[in-house]
């Protein structure tokens, strides 16, 4: 295995805490109220999301998660969809805002992360690439950094692939010119960040807000707090 030159964190859960579940509820319940106007009914509106979702999830890399998520979108709700976009992307930049209040805040996050930069190693954040850029800047924010504070960061626009494929961790690498031998993946769920480590990079689990619904055995890799992962990365770098 390469010397360790690039941690990649996930956001959702690692970075930012979230409850999955409350989050995607709230998220979804001010999306349904802001196209309401539009004539898209609620429960049609998320199921089509989800098949979008699913879309993306199941891409193989022959278009970018955005056209898998809109070519099953328009499918499902109505030909002429792309044309509300522009309402979409105001959603995210306004009326998404108010879905922090569904979010935590760890101040551990930041500290670790700038602890790790100071190192003298990359960092770029590895988030399922299912939101589009405005929506990923908001929650970059909402857990106390700026997107510059990350040499990469993964959407639905620049992404083609999703967790839990391990081809989406090797598009990560190739992004970035680095050997996945050379990675850290940082997260918090156990089905979607592990995969990681089929591809020869090293993986540690924050146990914060841990997801395992597998519940596959947590003591096959590292984890623990970010305290925890700082000192992980002072033991490997060293």
């Not at 998220?27 to 196209?35: C, D, E, H």
């Not at 602890?115 to 929650?139: C, Q, W």
């Not at 960040?193 to 055995?217: C, E, Q």
């Amino acid at each position: 295995m390469k010397p360790l030159t690039t941690v990649l964190f996930d956001l959702d859960g690692t970075l930012l805490p979230m409850d999955q579940d409350v989050f995607t509820k709230y998220y979804f319940g001010l999306l349904a109220r802001k196209l309401a106007p539009l004539g898209y009914e609620k429960d049609s509106l998320i199921a089509a999301i989800w098949k979008g979702t699913g879309a993306m999830v199941k891409n193989d890399g022959s278009k970018t998660n955005e056209a898998a998520f809109w070519e099953t979108f328009t499918a499902i709700t109505r030909p002429d969809a792309m044309d509300d976009m522009p309402v979409f992307e105001d959603f995210y930049r306004n009326d998404f805002q108010q879905a922090k209040a569904s979010c935590g805040f760890n101040p551990d996050a930041r500290k670790t992360v700038d602890k790790i930069k100071a190192m003298g190693l990359r960092v770029s954040l590895a988030t399922n690439p299912i939101f589009p850029a405005v929506a990923t800047e908001s929650r970059i924010r909402w857990a106390g950094f700026e997107p510059s504070d990350f040499e990469k960061y993964t959407t639905y626009e620049n992404s083609s692939f999703c967790k839990p494929n391990p081809r989406y961790f090797e598009e990560v690498c190739k992004s970035l010119n680095v050997d996945p031998s050379e990675c850290l993946m940082v997260g918090n769920d156990m089905d979607e960040d592990t995969p990681a480590a089929t591809l020869g990079m090293r993986v540690f689990i924050i146990t914060d807000s841990l997801i395992n619904k597998s519940g596959r055995n947590l003591d096959d890799f590292p984890h623990g707090s970010f305290a925890d992962l700082s000192d992980f990365v002072k033991k490997i770098f060293a």
